[in-house]
């Protein structure tokens, strides 16, 4: 007799999300040097965090006696002005991963179901599991998202719709009349949820804010862990028609941003040269990984993020050689995608570091 028989059955049956892995346990378990790691696994800022957030989270340091702005004022209207909307479109979460949560917190059940591309981001999976909810898998030819195919597999049960765009893992992004075509179909019983974690990356996004701005039933997800450089602080938000923002609002924490990540993110926005840097490093690394895999004959995904997939043939065991050498990248098994690996993009010296250790092991890990 165990207490795991009274648990609920989707906590048992979850399957624990597996994060890159960190630096400082590489360093534990290997006897590494800490500072001579490269991880390029979790898509972070390799220029590390705004200069000016770093400024703002000092001074913020000096309150942190007081409870943050549970109502996220100063960082919500800024968000606001921004995308021309106001500040009840807004919705501040602990990383937009908890944007995912709140949604799914709100619209799942036993009876309804969530809807992903069968390459998507793990979360929603969990998510969906989470909630007890039908997770729907929409096969995704050559790595994008099919939206025609994601519209059909709509039924009278589906509430949640999530499309990552560009996807995480694979880089991939869909376009303006994917999208168009996709919310002239959408059903009034159903959320289109545009995960937009890397839209600050590609040179001409597609725009689904005017679906917010036309009050439909749209939530885009947006975060400060990628271009700006604040993963550890975990700040993201979702812009949502009021209707659906106010619904989301009462599913959180009262303080569920802290008020340095707040204080962080509101400078973050400011800081364009940090954010026109990072996207200059992305390009340069992204056309230093294309070149080095064109040249080795080894098939990857273009990507439109600041990582990119490329097929080694085995992946586990690639990573864990990878690993003993100091470059962590991600593995894809969980993804379904046991030949391939994820690299995020890196400084100049990350990615020739990251070319050396690959190019020494190849040899063994390569399935000709
Ligand atoms: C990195 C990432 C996020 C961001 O998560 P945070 O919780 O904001 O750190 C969201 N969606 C996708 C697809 C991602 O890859």
């Not at 030819?141 to 589906?158: G, Q, R, S």
């Not at 545009?194 to 590609?202: Q, R």
């Not at 003993?324 to 098994?333: D, F, L, N, P, T």
Request: hydrophobic fraction near 40%.
């Amino acid at each position: 007799m165990t207490i795991d028989q009274y648990a609920n059955r989707f906590v048992c049956d979850l399957v624990a999300y597996e994060p890159g892995k960190p630096i400082e346990e590489t360093a534990r378990e290997l006897g590494l040097d800490p500072s001579q790691i490269v991880k390029v696994a979790s898509n972070e800022n390799p220029l590390g965090p705004s200069p000016m957030a770093k400024s703002a989270m000092l001074l913020a340091i000096e309150e942190s006696h007081i409870y943050p702005d549970g109502g996220g004022y100063n960082l919500r209207s800024t968000l606001a002005k921004t995308l021309g909307l106001g500040s009840e479109n807004i919705i501040l979460g602990n990383g937009s991963n908890e944007i995912i949560e709140l949604l799914c917190h709100t619209f799942l059940n036993r009876d309804s179901e969530l809807i992903a591309a069968k390459h998507a981001f793990v979360v929603y999976k969990l998510m969906a599991t989470l909630f007890g909810a039908n997770y729907v898998e929409v096969p995704d030819p050559e790595f994008t998202h099919d939206l025609d195919a994601m519209a059909d597999a709509i039924t009278p049960n589906t509430r949640l719709v999530f499309i990552a765009n560009p996807n995480n893992p694979t880089g991939t992004m869909v376009d303006q009349s994917a999208i168009d075509r996709f919310m002239a179909r959408l059903p009034e019983h159903v959320i289109a949820v545009f995960d937009e974690a890397y839209i600050e990356f590609p040179d001409s996004p597609p725009d689904t804010i005017r679906y917010v701005r036309e009050g439909r039933n749209v939530c885009v997800l947006r975060t400060f862990s990628k271009i700006h450089g604040l993963a550890g602080l975990r700040v993201g938000y979702g812009i949502a028609p009021p209707h659906l923002a106010t619904l989301l609002q009462k599913a959180r924490q009262p303080f569920n941003v802290n008020a340095i990540a707040q204080a962080a993110a509101l400078a973050a926005l400011a800081d364009t040269q940090h954010t026109e840097n990072t996207r200059q490093v992305n390009r340069e690394g992204m056309a230093f990984y294309e070149n080095a895999f064109h040249e080795r004959g080894l098939e990857y995904v273009p990507s439109h993020a600041n990582f990119l997939l490329v097929k080694t043939g085995n992946g586990d065991e690639l990573f864990r050689e990878m690993l003993k050498q100091g470059v962590i990248v991600r593995a894809m098994s969980s993804y379904k995608l046991p030949d391939w690996i994820r690299i995020s993009i890196g400084t100049a010296a990350q990615n020739s570091r990251v070319m050396e250790v690959f190019d020494a092991l190849r040899p063994t890990s390569v399935t000709p």
